[in-house]
């Protein structure tokens, strides 16, 4: 049982657009150091419900609080790394190296225009060793693979020690090989800096030994503590949409 505030705490979540119905009664809490995944169709309303989260879009009726508080009381957003989809998608000519963009992640942290303290410059480079990235500091980040792109804007959003991390479908186009390394750091992330993920992915079949919870999401959302057992279920295939050879190739043979 938690006694702890929750970092997010949604009540009774409503949000249409045009009048269809996105995302309808929901209800749900985040509490910190949980290693959360969120799944469900295309359409179902994943990304919806994290930009809610953030604020990035309002909800018709409802609560959401962060930490307590609404998102209009609520100041202290870099405690909240966001990495949206295909962030890593960046243009081969964008004019900013490795190092750069990991310091854009101080930036919240600073008043306009200041210089870049040493414990500025000290949190970047941590971040970047945590994302195994510091050999390419130097780099053009518009020639880097995907799977370096990925892991150069996650440090970005470390850089700002941020409590949270969530990550909208963060493998999108990144070869099988990086997607490994990549949940590999998540794990350490959660295990060790105790930081809470949330993270919408198709990739269920890799990360089902790991995550704590499972948000399933298909216009209303259904928690389950038990996500291996969840995944387990023809049912749920059917009723979310998801891919069978997704549930069913890791590595226990559920």
Not at 41 to 59: A, D
């Amino acid at each position: 049982m938690n006694f702890k505030l929750p970092i997010f705490d949604v009540e009774n979540l409503n949000f249409n657009v045009g009048g269809v119905n996105i995302l309808s009664n929901v209800s749900l809490q985040i509490f910190n150091s949980q290693y959360i995944a969120i799944i469900g169709p295309n359409g179902g309303g994943k990304t919806t419900l994290i930009r809610l989260l953030l604020g990035l879009e309002r909800l018709n009726s409802g609560k959401i609080k962060i930490y307590g508080k609404t998102h209009s009381e609520f100041k202290e957003w870099y405690k909240i790394g966001y990495v949206p989809q295909r962030a890593s998608h960046v243009d081969i000519n964008f004019p900013a190296t490795v190092l750069d963009i990991v310091k854009m992640g101080r930036t919240a942290q600073r008043k306009i225009f200041s210089t870049m303290s040493k414990e500025d410059e000290t949190l970047v480079l941590d971040a970047m060793e945590q994302m195994d990235i510091m050999h390419l500091k130097d780099k053009m980040v518009g020639t880097l693979s995907g799977g370096q792109r990925q892991r150069v804007m996650i440090a970005r959003a470390l850089a700002s020690q941020p409590e949270v991390l969530i990550l909208d479908e963060p493998n999108t186009g990144v070869d099988v090989a990086s997607q490994n390394r990549f949940y590999s750091l998540l794990r350490k992330l959660n295990k060790e800096k105790k930081i809470t993920i949330i993270f919408i992915t198709h990739d269920i079949g890799v990360i089902a030994d790991d995550i704590a919870r499972l948000f399933t999401v298909n216009q209303k959302v259904i928690t389950c503590n038990n996500p291996k057992q969840a995944l387990s279920c023809d049912e749920m295939s059917e009723l979310y949409g998801i891919e069978a050879h997704l549930i069913h190739n890791h590595k226990h043979g559920h």
